[in-house]
């Protein structure tokens, strides 16, 4: 069975321009968690999608925004970016809500 | 305000030489606690989950336990591909919610 697929990889950006990183869960996994981990800060929950809804959202400003489509397939969006957006981008993926997290590799963001 | 502290930050093990990593939590309705290996490059990879003080479990050279403001991981007899960060985290709050509140790790470097 594949596992979270995250795409790309890498990205490197300059400060005002906007990404959008993209997640594939688990084939059957309905819900879909986003996170930002920097050395300093450590793991932050950006938001959680679940058949289509964001059921939750961490404490981030507005210009981070994300959906989930009827597949499942989750996307996040970073609009003007700054260069404290520098991080690794994890998206996580679950069968139901309140289970374990299955993790991607990440997406690693620099902002320039 | 919801607060999941790890220690040591790092730690240095010789091949053999048992040891225990800490977590320790604040947090408000606790409903799971989840302890995490991530290596480098990677994303986080499950490893426990944890629900009620008193509660233990094991996988190969790791134990995990909980009480009621603290979680230990016991590594018993290391070999060097147990060198990784482990991460602590804590599901909290109103149920429904997946979110997961992370500590910032503990890095094991385990030396033959």
């Known amino acids: 069975k594949a596992g979270v697929t995250q795409t790309p990889r890498y990205l490197i950006k300059t400060r005002g321009q906007q990404v959008t990183l993209s997640c594939s869960p688990i084939?059957?996994?309905?819900?879909v968690s986003w996170y930002q981990q920097t050395p300093g800060q450590g793991l932050q929950f950006l938001f959680e999608?679940?058949?289509?809804?964001?059921?939750n959202k961490g404490n981030f400003p507005g210009r981070f925004s994300g959906r989930q489509f009827s597949n499942s397939r989750s996307e996040m969006n970073v609009s003007t970016l700054e260069l404290g957006d520098s991080a690794l981008y994890l998206c996580?993926?679950?069968?139901?809500?309140?289970?374990?997290?299955?993790f991607g590799s990440g997406t690693q963001l620099s902002v320039l | 305000e919801d607060q999941v502290t790890q220690s040591p930050e790092a730690l240095r093990l010789q091949e053999g030489e048992s040891s225990s990593l800490n977590c320790s939590y604040t947090v408000s309705g606790l409903r799971g606690l989840f302890w995490y290996r991530q290596d480098p490059g990677k994303g986080p990879e499950f490893l426990f989950t944890l629900y009620s003080a008193g509660e233990e479990k094991e996988k190969e050279r790791l134990k995990a336990t909980l009480t009621k403001k603290e979680s230990f991981l016991h590594i018993t007899a290391p070999k060097p591909e147990d060198s990784a960060t482990y991460l602590c985290a804590v599901q909290a709050g109103e149920t429904g919610a997946n979110n997961l509140f992370f500590g910032t790790g503990t890095r094991l470097t385990v030396i033959p």
């Open positions: 996580a993926s679950s069968w139901q809500v309140n289970e374990k997290l299955f």
């Open positions: 084939s059957g996994h309905r819900s």
């Open positions: 999608y679940f058949s289509e809804t964001q059921r």
